[in-house]
Structures are given as structure tokens and as C-alpha cells.
């Protein structure tokens, strides 16, 4: 019973229906990953890193192929997590996405020490990738790009990695269960048949013996016959040496048919292929040679003795009680049996019931191979009865056998257990099939999106964390400037030209060095005595080179 789905062979086209499928599959993905990336590279998002900084081209680029890349973690797992890592680095809220494939990567990478080697390159990745842009892009120290990266390593690609990790060997060990529950009963199937098959050969080497013997009085009085004829009716001798030819052409085509199953060893204990087996003086025999090793049994009797049935009928009685009296010998010696013999014109009933043993069987006894019950089984099945066998609630043993006392012809009472495998597998399969496909995975599905958004909320937090710790160059105040800075650092000090106070300026200001751009910030003060004081910002080029203050009249 195959315990996974056939995999389509490489020459198999699929259905174009599956194709339209993938296709679209496939451009979902990846377009909800651009639109993913993008729309928080351009948000507030882009910000914790040096992804800002990046050309616009770049930014669109970089999200455009990690995007397109996504799809693809099926097929190349290891390359899509190793480039979506260094993706992570300069774009860390894409940290999303490389946990979706840190997951998915390393719970199909095969061998420990190989998903050892991925999983600490992916987790390095991020961090080597955030350094140096950051170090490079002047965004930041390295230790804030360590620390950037670190995060991102560690919540986007290591964490779910572990958890991917634990989770490709959960479904590498629940396979390895299930091949190996397949090949043990494969195996016991076989030993089943086994035993069915060795059960069968010693009914026809039973039949061999009984019918080959009956022929070979038949033969031997067609002999005497044909002697008798030759003297008293010579025109009946040719009939006599027909029907003693046909006897022996039928035995020696009977020991043909049978002759394929091999040498068989004969039955062990009282007298088993005669005409008394089965009947009351045999199982009484059996009784007395289990008690004179030791066993005590108790044989109780209903009904008229078995002499009346078919042969076949009572081999069948005579193999059940004993492989019964076998069994109590071999793993319940000393145990009390209770031998029962039920003869009714329907059927006939055997119960072999033994007590618990004074002690425990020996250890190299073992449990049994069961293979003299499925033989019991087959035999009481071609018969059309029913075998039933089990441990009782006090420690012993119970073997119960009903075998109809008129079975039918062998083909209409032959039983067929091959058939009870494919059963159990077909109600399997409409167990299986009894939800549809979307609301079988709905668990996987809803633990996938609840731990996605609990990395996610730990990546946002972590980030934030290390976004809120980066050291950020305090802007100047107007007391600290002086001449000789830039215009970049003037105005990093919110010093910037005020329309207004230019205004008020006008005729009123010092005269100007040649060549100079002046600026006139509004400082914000308030008039003292109707005047307002203005401070002027000269500039040749970039470089400031001369600060005046200066009083001018306050008007409304």
C-alpha cells in the first residue's frame, strides 16, 4: 500500500490545466513579493538601512529580483536563500520573505552537517551585507550595521531555519515509519502466504496419501479381478485390465499433479492421516500424549463422534486441537487446558482453552512466528468455517474453530485473505478523501501565517530596537556658527533665508562684501524699544565669510 502520491514521470507533459495553473501561481507570488518589497522600501521601512540611499533604478531593480526569485525556492532552494539573504542586508524588512524561504530551504536540504554549512552562511550573509554598505554608504559604524544584520540573520533566516530544520526530519522520520511499517507487513504478508502455501501442500500431500491409497486397492483388486476372469469369464478379462490400467494411469497422474510440491515430513504424534482421525479415540490420543508430558486435560465431549463426517472435516479438527495442545506446550507449559468438542448437525466446534502458566515461558522461546495459526486459519477457511484466536482476561489462551460438518465443494468454500489489504487501503483512501484538498491543509496553512507574523512582529521590533540606538549627528545651534563652514553645515542648523527679513533688512543692512549671496534667517525674537535685531549670513560660493547683526525698526 503505497503510503505517497506517484511523482509524474520527467517525459509526462502535464495537464494544460495544471500549467495555467503554475503560471499563475507563479506570477501571484512574485507579484505580491515586488509589491511587498517595494511599498515598504519606499514607506518608512526603507529607512532602517542604507536601501534609501540607492538610486531609484537600484531600489526598483533590487526588489524586482528578489521577487522573481521567490518562485523558484522549490527548485533551487539553497541558491534563492543565499541571494535573498544578501537581499535582507540592504533591504531589512525583507526579512519576511527570506524566513518564507529559510523555512522551505532547509527543511528539504538533506544531511545535518550540510544544513549546518547553509544555515550559518545564510545567517553570516545579512550581517557581512549590512556592514559593509552601510560602513561603504557612510550610513553608519559598523557596529550599527552588525548589529542591523545581526538581527535580520537571526529572526529572518536563523530561527525559521531551526524550525524548518526540525521539521524536514519530523517528515523524514514519519517516511522512514512508514516504509518500514510498509516492509513489515509486506513481510508478514508474505510469511502469511507462507504459512497458506506450506498449510495447502500438506492437505494435498493428506489427499496424495488417502486417495492414492484407495486407488492402490482399487488396483490391486482389479488385479485379483482380472486373474479371476481369465479362468471363469475370459470375455470380461479386457474390462478387468481396463479398469485396473485407468486405475493406474489416474495414480500415477495424481502423484504427477501432486509430485510439484516437494517432499513433505510427515505429521508428527498419533496416527494423523488414517481413517480414525479426527474422531473421538484421536483427539482422547492427543489429550493423553499432552497429559503424559505433563499438560492436564480436560476433554469434554457433546454430541455423536466425527467417524460419519468427511475426511477433510475431521483433519481439520484433528490439526486445530494439536497446534493448540503445540502451542500450550511450548509458551504455557504447566497451564491447566480445557478441551471442548461440540458436534451439532450444522457444524462442529473445537475450544482449546488454556490458564495462565505457573511461570513465565523461557526467553529464547520467543513470542512465535504465528505461522501454525494462519496455517489453522487457512485450513478451517477452505473449509468455510471460522477460526478465532486470542488471549482471555486471566493470562491464557483461547483457540475456538467452527467448521460446518457438510462443507460445500472446495472452490465455493475457499477463502480469500489477500483481499482484506485492499479493503483497509480502499477505506483509507476515502478517509483521505473525504475533506477536499484546501480544507486538508488548512491547519498547515493557518500554522504557517501565524508563525510568519510572529517573525515578522519580532523583526519589526528588533529593528526598531537597533534603528532607535544608531547615533544621529545633532544638528548645530546658531551660537556655534562662525566662519569658514559650508552652506550644508549653515543650514544643518535650520538657518535658512526668511523672505520677511530680508524685507525689513532693505536699507538698513551693513554694506555687503563684493562678490558674497547673503542670507537673512528670522530668529524669532521680539522687538526691544520698537527695533529688531537681524543677523546676516555671507557666502563666497559655499563657504560662509562673514555673520553681522544688526538693529533695524520694528513696524507691524
Given at each position: 500500500?503505497?503510503?505517497?502520491?506517484?511523482?509524474?514521470?520527467?517525459?509526462?507533459?502535464?495537464?494544460p490545466?495544471?500549467r495555467?495553473?503554475?503560471?499563475?501561481?507563479?506570477?501571484?507570488?512574485?507579484?505580491?513579493?515586488?509589491?511587498?518589497?517595494?511599498?515598504?522600501?519606499a514607506?518608512?521601512?526603507?529607512?532602517?538601512?542604507?536601501?534609501?540611499?540607492?538610486?531609484?533604478?537600484?531600489?526598483?531593480?533590487?526588489?524586482?529580483?528578489?521577487?522573481?526569485?521567490?518562485?523558484?525556492?522549490?527548485?533551487?532552494?539553497?541558491?534563492?536563500?543565499?541571494?535573498?539573504?544578501?537581499?535582507?542586508?540592504?533591504?531589512?524588512?525583507?526579512?519576511?520573505?527570506?524566513?518564507?524561504?529559510?523555512?522551505d530551504a532547509i527543511?528539504?536540504?538533506?544531511?545535518?552537517?550540510?544544513?549546518?554549512?547553509?544555515?550559518?552562511?545564510?545567517?553570516?550573509?545579512?550581517?557581512?551585507?549590512?556592514?559593509?554598505?552601510?560602513?561603504?554608504?557612510?550610513?553608519?559604524?559598523?557596529?550599527?550595521?552588525f548589529?542591523l544584520?545581526?538581527?535580520?540573520?537571526?529572526?529572518?533566516?536563523?530561527?525559521?531555519?531551526?524550525?524548518?530544520?526540525?521539521?524536514?526530519?519530523?517528515?523524514?522520520?514519519v517516511?522512514?515509519?512508514?516504509?518500514?511499517?510498509?516492509a513489515?507487513?509486506?513481510?508478514?504478508?508474505?510469511?502469511?502466504s507462507?504459512?497458506?502455501?506450506?498449510?495447502?501442500s500438506?492437505?494435498?500431500?493428506?489427499?496424495?496419501?488417502?486417495?492414492?491409497?484407495?486407488?492402490?486397492?482399487?488396483?490391486?483388486?482389479?488385479?485379483?479381478?482380472?486373474?479371476?476372469?481369465?479362468?471363469?469369464?475370459?470375455?470380461?478379462k479386457?474390462?478387468?485390465?481396463?479398469?485396473?490400467?485407468?486405475?493406474?494411469?489416474?495414480?500415477?497422474?495424481?502423484?504427477?499433479?501432486?509430485?510439484?510440491?516437494?517432499?513433505?515430513?510427515?505429521?508428527?504424534?498419533?496416527?494423523a492421516?488414517?481413517?480414525?482421525?479426527?474422531?473421538?479415540?484421536?483427539?482422547?490420543?492427543?489429550?493423553?500424549?499432552?497429559?503424559?508430558?505433563?499438560?492436564?486435560?480436560?476433554?469434554?465431549?457433546?454430541?455423536?463422534?466425527?467417524?460419519?463426517?468427511?475426511?477433510?472435516?475431521?483433519?481439520?479438527?484433528?490439526?486445530?486441537?494439536?497446534?493448540?495442545?503445540t502451542?500450550?506446550?511450548?509458551?504455557?507449559?504447566?497451564?491447566?487446558?480445557?478441551?471442548?468438542?461440540?458436534?451439532?448437525?450444522?457444524h462442529?466446534?473445537?475450544?482449546?482453552?488454556?490458564?495462565?502458566?505457573?511461570?513465565?515461558?523461557?526467553?529464547?522461546?520467543?513470542?512465535?512466528?504465528?505461522?501454525?495459526?494462519?496455517?489453522?486459519?487457512?485450513?478451517?477457511?477452505?473449509?468455510g468455517?471460522?477460526?478465532?484466536?486470542?488471549?482471555t482476561?486471566?493470562?491464557?489462551?483461547?483457540?475456538?474453530?467452527?467448521?460446518p460438518?457438510?462443507?460445500?465443494?472446495?472452490?465455493?468454500?475457499?477463502?480469500?485473505?489477500e483481499?482484506?489489504?485492499?479493503?483497509?487501503?480502499?477505506?483509507?483512501?476515502?478517509?483521505?478523501?473525504?475533506?477536499?484538498?484546501?480544507l486538508?491543509?488548512?491547519?498547515?496553512?493557518?500554522?504557517?501565517?501565524?508563525?510568519?507574523?510572529?517573525?515578522g512582529a519580532?523583526?519589526?521590533?528588533?529593528?526598531g530596537?537597533?534603528?532607535?540606538?544608531?547615533?544621529?549627528?545633532?544638528?548645530?545651534?546658531?551660537?556655534?556658527?562662525?566662519?569658514?563652514?559650508?552652506?550644508q553645515?549653515?543650514?544643518?542648523?535650520?538657518?535658512?533665508?526668511?523672505?520677511?527679513?530680508?524685507a525689513?533688512?532693505?536699507?538698513?543692512?551693513?554694506?555687503?562684501?563684493?562678490?558674497?549671496?547673503?542670507?537673512?534667517?528670522?530668529?524669532?525674537?521680539?522687538?526691544?524699544?520698537g527695533?529688531?535685531?537681524?543677523?546676516?549670513?555671507?557666502?563666497?560660493?559655499?563657504?560662509?565669510?562673514?555673520?553681522?547683526?544688526?538693529?533695524?525698526?520694528?513696524?507691524?
Amino acid at each position: 500500500m503505497p503510503f505517497t502520491s506517484p511523482t509524474p514521470r520527467p517525459y509526462e507533459a502535464a495537464p494544460p490545466r495544471r500549467r495555467k495553473r503554475r503560471r499563475l501561481t507563479v506570477l501571484l507570488e512574485a507579484g505580491t513579493a515586488f509589491v511587498y518589497l517595494a511599498a515598504l522600501g519606499a514607506g518608512g521601512a526603507g529607512e532602517m538601512g542604507f536601501f534609501g540611499l540607492l538610486p531609484f533604478e537600484g531600489e526598483l531593480a533590487l526588489c524586482a529580483g528578489a521577487a522573481a526569485l521567490l518562485p523558484f525556492r522549490r527548485r533551487i532552494p539553497v541558491t534563492c536563500l543565499l541571494v535573498l539573504a544578501a537581499v535582507a542586508g540592504v533591504l531589512p524588512i525583507g526579512g519576511m520573505l527570506t524566513a518564507l524561504v529559510a523555512f522551505d530551504a532547509i527543511r528539504r536540504v538533506d544531511g545535518p552537517r550540510r544544513r549546518t554549512v547553509v544555515l550559518f552562511t545564510a545567517t553570516m550573509i545579512p550581517v557581512l551585507t549590512a556592514i559593509v554598505g552601510t560602513v561603504c554608504t557612510g550610513y553608519g559604524s559598523w557596529r550599527y550595521g552588525f548589529a542591523l544584520g545581526l538581527v535580520v540573520g537571526g529572526v529572518g533566516i536563523l530561527v525559521p531555519g531551526l524550525v524548518g530544520s526540525s521539521r524536514g526530519q519530523q517528515d523524514r522520520l514519519v517516511v522512514a515509519l512508514r516504509e518500514r511499517a510498509a516492509a513489515a507487513e509486506e513481510a508478514r504478508r508474505l510469511i502469511d502466504s507462507a504459512s497458506r502455501v506450506e498449510e495447502r501442500s500438506r492437505i494435498a500431500a493428506e489427499m496424495h496419501d488417502l486417495v492414492g491409497h484407495r486407488l492402490s486397492l482399487i488396483s490391486l483388486h482389479s488385479g485379483g479381478l482380472e486373474m479371476a476372469l481369465a479362468t471363469k469369464a475370459p470375455e470380461l478379462k479386457d474390462e478387468a485390465a481396463q479398469v485396473r490400467a485407468a486405475t493406474r494411469d489416474a495414480m500415477n497422474e495424481l502423484r504427477a499433479v501432486l509430485g510439484v510440491l516437494g517432499p513433505l515430513g510427515r505429521d508428527t504424534g498419533t496416527e494423523a492421516l488414517t481413517d480414525a482421525t479426527g474422531t473421538r479415540a484421536d483427539i482422547d490420543a492427543l489429550a493423553e500424549e499432552s497429559r503424559a508430558a505433563g499438560i492436564a486435560v480436560t476433554v469434554r465431549w457433546q454430541g455423536s463422534d466425527l467417524d460419519a463426517l468427511e475426511p477433510r472435516v475431521r483433519r481439520a479438527v484433528h490439526r486445530v486441537v494439536r497446534e493448540s495442545l503445540t502451542n500450550v506446550h511450548r509458551y504455557a507449559t504447566g497451564a491447566t487446558v480445557e478441551l471442548t468438542v461440540e458436534h451439532t448437525d450444522d457444524h462442529v466446534r473445537v475450544t482449546v482453552r488454556n490458564g495462565a502458566p505457573p511461570a513465565p515461558p523461557e526467553a529464547t522461546t520467543g513470542l512465535g512466528t504465528g505461522r501454525g495459526l494462519t496455517g489453522l486459519r487457512e485450513r478451517v477457511g477452505l473449509l468455510g468455517g471460522e477460526l478465532r484466536t486470542g488471549p482471555t482476561g486471566v493470562g491464557g489462551f483461547l483457540v475456538e474453530a467452527t467448521v460446518p460438518a457438510h462443507p460445500a465443494s472446495p472452490s465455493a468454500s475457499a477463502t480469500h485473505p489477500e483481499t482484506f489489504p485492499s479493503s483497509l487501503a480502499a477505506e483509507e483512501h476515502h478517509q483521505s478523501g473525504a475533506l477536499p484538498g484546501i480544507l486538508r491543509h488548512l491547519p498547515g496553512l493557518a500554522t504557517g501565517v501565524l508563525g510568519l507574523v510572529g517573525v515578522g512582529a519580532m523583526l519589526v521590533f528588533g529593528l526598531g530596537l537597533v534603528q532607535s540606538s544608531r547615533p544621529v549627528k545633532e544638528p548645530l545651534s546658531p551660537d556655534s556658527i562662525h566662519v569658514g563652514m559650508g552652506r550644508q553645515d549653515v543650514e544643518s542648523a535650520y538657518i535658512y533665508d526668511n523672505d520677511l527679513a530680508r524685507a525689513a533688512a532693505a536699507g538698513h543692512e551693513p554694506r555687503r562684501p563684493g562678490g558674497t549671496d547673503c542670507i537673512f534667517p528670522y530668529t524669532g525674537e521680539e522687538a526691544l524699544g520698537g527695533r529688531l535685531e537681524l543677523t546676516r549670513y555671507c557666502f563666497r560660493g559655499d563657504v560662509l565669510t562673514d555673520i553681522d547683526r544688526f538693529w533695524v525698526p520694528s513696524v507691524r
